[in-house]
């Protein structure tokens, strides 16, 4: 997979066909701008359009609609008919917003109604009971009354109070409350209500509107409630029928004011001199002829294609060219930072690494096939980035499953298989395997660092960064150095041996000196002249210590794939555990335990495989080919999502 070429564009042509331009960039899909002053135009003596957006004004207000009625503005088909009238629209969107908002008032109105009578619904409900009109009670001139709820805690201190002149009585027992009231003469109610607020008694105020006894109440208010719900109804359904004759109307004024709108916010990339204008940016190669058609009928605008790198103020958008099964783990590039245009696209050396990782760490063919259907689900109907990434890794995953034979934990499940199919080698035990599998995961890190060095150099060679490619310990010197190092420690351990004195000078230490030389030996092969920085002394004290740093980093790097054996262990493990437990159990928990421990196993181990096989990606294998801070291709086109403030 490769990074889309591009085409560095020049757009120049009289100011009054600004906005049409603008409009076509839009249309295509393929136009990456740039700002014109940025790429030298403001030396030429121009300088940008400093215009406010004349459309602002229109879309806030439809977005004021879409707010009071909750009904998002979509973008649809223009009829023929239509013909902009910025004024006459403006004042067409201000009538439907008066005739809403007269509405919108009317029903919050009513609902503030029925909040009110809700309120005092249920604290008359609290209160059933009370065999006494409301009314009466509060007309009591030498007594005082006051309803509401007592802690428990606190009910259980009024004995403390006998002496004191009042009477309490509950109506509704709660776990945390008593609801009741409480009655006390009026020449006593100002101690009494001291007592009670130390008490912590929440006093409810019952509004003017309640009549009669409690139970009486709770019936009149229910029905006033129905009643205010059945006008707030129909306050909603003119909304709803207003909306339907306006929405088709407000939706096209969106759609074309969206469009102008944001078509007019691009001329801050423009550059304008004396009637004149200019635009630039990048497109496509593969898209290059059609971009160019766009412009047939203008007779008044020059559209000018050049090499992605004519213009040195600005560095060429990048746009991944990756195949279908690659195309998901552009993200874990993205997030590590896109390359540079003339650097490597590695999605797909990522999308297989990273299938390779998961699927070893997680081998299970149950666990395996749940985490591609999961993905498979979480895309259907989630659109969720990472459900084609489950749906490839669980794949793998069940592959290998089948080389441990383990489904679901059950590691003897398929013997019968490869014993019908006369398969001797299957499956591969684990954990009677402990050294095969750490040592196997090691081998398969280094052959990936060996791979991520190789391409380090291609990518140096053909860039002509001589000193990354061929001197550094990502390059020629430290694949010579690393893999001499190897080779010489494995001939050893099976009684070959070719380790000797030229092996050692030729292969091991002529590599080292390589990469303590690398700036001086990179300008020799550049033509060009070592300016050395400093004094001698710093020169080799600094290269020392990063050859130093350079010897430890093939270390870490190498033990540190030790990882993939160890996920691997601990996967079995955990289900070892899980059937052991099952084992403890009566015969009736026993799939209960299964499939909890398989649901937690499955969770937590998707989790930290798919984390660890991110962090082998970023730390151990990008680190030695790859740099990212490339800028992302972005084609300018109408976002009809956005809102306006």
């Known amino acids: 997979m490769s990074i889309e070429k591009m085409e560095f564009v020049n757009i120049a042509g009289l100011t009054k066909d600004l906005d049409a331009v603008l409009a076509k960039l839009s249309e295509c899909g393929c136009f990456h701008i740039e700002s014109a002053l940025g790429a030298g135009a403001k030396s030429k003596g121009f300088s940008s359009p400093r215009e406010e957006n004349p459309y602002n004004g229109i879309l806030r207000k439809i977005n004021e609609i879409s707010a009071m009625t909750r009904m998002k503005s979509e973008s649809v088909e223009i009829g023929e008919d239509f013909k902009e009238n910025l004024s006459k629209d403006g004042k067409y969107v201000d009538g439907v ?48 009354i006051r309803f509401g709820r007592l802690p428990v805690d606190s009910y259980r201190k009024l004995p403390y ?26 020449s006593c109610a100002e101690e009494i209500d001291e007592i009670f607020n130390s008490l912590y008694f929440e006093r409810i105020r019952i509004a003017d509107f309640v009549h009669g006894t409690s139970e009486d109440a709770v019936e009149e208010l229910a029905e006033k409630i129905k009643k205010f719900n059945e006008e707030k109804e129909e306050y909603e359904s003119q909304i709803a029928d207003m909306m339907d004759v306006e929405k088709h109307r407000l939706d096209e004024l969106f759609t074309h004011y969206k469009s102008r709108h944001d078509n007019f916010d691009l001329r801050s990339k423009a550059a304008v001199t004396n009637g004149k204008f200019a635009i630039v940016g990048f497109v496509p190669k593969s898209n290059a002829d059609e971009f160019l058609a766009l412009f047939d009928d203008m007779d008044g605008v020059s559209v000018v294609l050049q090499p992605a790198d004519a213009n040195g103020q600005l560095a060429p958008p990048i746009k991944l060219r990756n195949n279908k099964f690659s195309q998901p783990f552009s993200m874990f590039v993205e997030m590590y930072g896109l390359p540079a245009y003339n650097g490597v696209n590695p999605t797909m050396f990522v999308a297989i690494t990273y299938t390779l990782f998961f699927g070893i760490m997680f081998g299970d063919v149950g666990h395996g096939l749940v985490i591609a259907l999961l993905g498979a689900l979480l895309w259907k109907f989630k659109r969720f980035s990472l459900g084609p990434i489950l749906t490839r890794v669980g794949i793998s995953g069940a592959f290998f499953g ?64 001589y000193e990354s490619a061929l ?66 002394g710093d020169f080799i004290a600094a290269n020392f210590f990063e050859v130093f740093e350079f010897l430890l980093g093939y270390a870490t790097n190498t033990l540190s794939f030790v990882r993939v054996g160890g996920f691997v262990l601990s996967h079995a493990s955990m289900m070892l555990v899980v059937m052991a437990l099952s084992e403890q ?61």
Request: charged residues 15%.
């Open 471 to 536: 001197f550094s310990n990502n390059g020629i010197a430290g694949f010579v150095f690393f893999g001499s190092i190897l080779a010489g420690a494995v001939c050893e351990l099976f009684g070959v041996h070719v380790v000797n004195t030229a092996y050692v000078l030729i292969l091991i230490i002529l590599p080292l000196i390589a990469m303590f030389l690398r700036e001086p030996l990179s300008c020799w092969v550049r033509g060009k002249k070592f300016h050395l920085e400093g004094s001698v």
């Open 161 to 186: 109070y006998e002496d004191k002149t009042f009477y309490f009585e509950y109506f509704t027992e709660e776990t945390e409350y008593y609801w009741g009231v409480y009655l006390t003469p009026v």
């Open 402 to 465: 089948l080389i441990y034979g383990s489904v679901f934990g059950f590691e003897h499940l398929l013997d019968p298989v490869y014993e019908a199919l006369g398969i001797s080698f299957l499956p591969f035990r684990v954990m009677e395997n402990v050294t095969t599998i750490l040592i196997g995961g090691i081998v398969i890190g280094v052959f990936i660092m060996f791979i991520s060095i190789m391409i380090n150099i291609v990518t140096g060679i053909k860039n002509k960064q």
């Open 585 to 645: 159990v009566s015969a009736g928990a026993v799939p209960i335990v299964v499939v909890i421990g398989n649901i937690f196993v499955m969770g937590i181990e998707a989790l930290l495989v798919g984390i660890q096989s991110l962090r082998l990606e970023f730390y151990e294998i990008f680190s030695r080919f790859y740099t990212g801070g490339g800028t992302p291709f972005t084609p300018v086109k109408i976002n009809y999502d956005e809102t306006i403030e």
């Open 97 to 144: 917003i008066t005739k809403l908002k007269d509405v919108i008032k009317q029903k919050n109105t009513v609902a503030d109604k029925i909040a009110e009578y809700e309120q005092a619904l249920s604290q008359v409900n609290h209160l059933k009971g009370l065999d006494a009109d409301f009314q009466k009670i509060f007309s009591c001139e030498h007594i005082k």
